[in-house]
T-cell receptor
Framework: DGGITQSPKYLFRKEGQNVTLSCEQN?????MYWYRQDPGQGLRLIYY???????QKGDIAEGYSVSREKKESFPLTVTSAQKNPTAFYLC????????FGAGSRLTVL | AQSVTQPDIHITVSEGASLELRCNYS??????LFWYVQSPGQGLQLLLK??????LVQGIKGFEAEFKRSQSSFNLRKPSVHWSDAAEYFCAVVPISSGSARQLTFGSGTQLTVLP
């Protein structure tokens, strides 16, 4: 059953901690994306990767980092440098039509 | 710069009533156009897309959208709303010149409430 899986669904972080969100896809897509969603706003692109071992900054990359060591996986690390990390994070894959994961909600305590 | 506007932040309709959600875009040329739906706490699901051809596009769950070049609009419609349609709806565009989701721009969304 092809799809895209994000984990964890909910995540809590203390001030000063880094946290990593997982994104795995078995759709055999080259491109993967991370978006941030805040209430009342559309999705904003954090990072994207069009091929293994390559990734590019999106519109709001500051305070985030990614890796793309495998085609199936594109983890996102929210670092302590991200000043306002509480948000809903969405991973997606596809060329021009995106398939989204179910999202991860990060809350800073 | 490209932009997508969804003028209605929140819409409330009664079950069985018709629905129209508005989307306007600002672009140099006709882009690819999409509508996505998001249930609470979930990811986005594609409802329909317009790339070219017939300007009236049919999607899943009984939704349709009409592309009007002269108005730079891509409004989403449904003849009879069901309670399960309550969700947030996002319009999105990407330039035909790239076609890449890297340049996908989302509107800010319209929250739909359905009254019994």
């Amino acid at each position: 059953d092809g799809g895209i899986t994000q984990s964890p669904k909910y995540l809590f972080r203390k001030e000063g901690q880094n946290v990593t969100l997982s994104c795995e896809q078995n759709l055999n897509h080259d491109a993967m994306y991370w978006y941030r969603q805040d209430p009342g706003q559309g999705l904003r692109l954090i990072y994207y990767s069009q091929i293994v071992n390559d990734f590019q900054k999106g519109d709001i990359a500051e305070g985030y980092s990614v890796s793309r060591e495998k085609k199936e996986s594109f983890p996102l690390t929210v670092t302590s440098a991200q000043k306002n990390p509480t948000a809903f994070y969405l991973c997606a894959t596809g060329a021009n039509v995106l398939t989204f994961g179910a999202g991860s909600r990060l809350t800073v305590l | 710069a490209q932009s997508v506007t969804q003028p209605d932040i929140h819409i409330t309709v009664s079950e069985g009533a018709s629905l129209e959600l508005r989307c306007n875009y600002s672009y140099g040329a006709t882009p690819y156009l999409f509508w996505y739906v998001q249930s609470p706490g979930q990811g986005l699901q594609l409802l329909l897309k317009y790339f070219s051809g017939d300007t009236l596009v049919q999607g899943i769950k009984g939704f349709e959208a009409e592309f009007k070049r002269s108005q730079s609009s891509f409004n989403l419609r449904k003849p009879s709303v069901h309670w399960s349609d309550a969700a947030e709806y996002f319009c999105a565009v990407v330039p035909i010149s790239s076609g890449s989701a890297r340049q996908l721009t989302f509107g800010s969304g319209t929250q739909l409430t359905v009254l019994p």
